[in-house]
């Protein structure tokens, strides 16, 4: 059973950084997608970032280009969702996915199994 937990929400100001983690577990694929997604309230879930565990490439929603870097560290199952110069749009529920893919792919319906998520509040 693959496990999931966020961390590293929290409140900043406009400006900002904040450095999210997604610790996993239970693992059965050698390949696999690991996403960020984020909701606000009264907004649908929205993709982030996503990164490939077979060679580390990543991608970014539009909104979040050049100010957020997705990364993993294999050795502790971890990824990592580094956000600066953050904005009171960013404000929502940031949640980790796994997707049994080796592709990436920001669309929420790909992803199977999904952590509880972090609240990120950015003040202006």
């Known amino acids: 059973q693959v496990q999931l937990v966020e961390s590293g929400g929290g409140l900043v100001q406009t400006g900002g950084s904040l450095r999210l983690s997604c610790s996993a577990s239970?693992?059965?694929?050698?390949?696999?997608?690991i996403g960020w997604f984020r909701q606000a309230p009264g907004k649908e879930r929205e993709g982030v970032s996503c990164i490939l565990s077979s060679d580390d490439t990543t991608a970014y929603a539009d909104s979040v280009k050049g100010r957020f870097t997705i990364s993993r560290d294999s050795a502790k199952n971890t990824v990592y969702l580094q956000m600066n110069s953050l904005k009171p749009e960013d404000t929502a529920v940031y949640y980790c996915?796994?997707?049994?893919?080796?592709?990436?792919?920001?669309?929420?319906?790909?992803?199977?199994?999904w952590g509880q998520g972090t609240q990120v509040t950015v003040s202006s």
């Open positions: 996915a796994h997707a049994p893919w080796d592709y990436l792919v920001l669309d929420a319906d790909e992803y199977d199994y």
């Open positions: 239970g693992f059965t694929r050698d390949y696999y997608a």
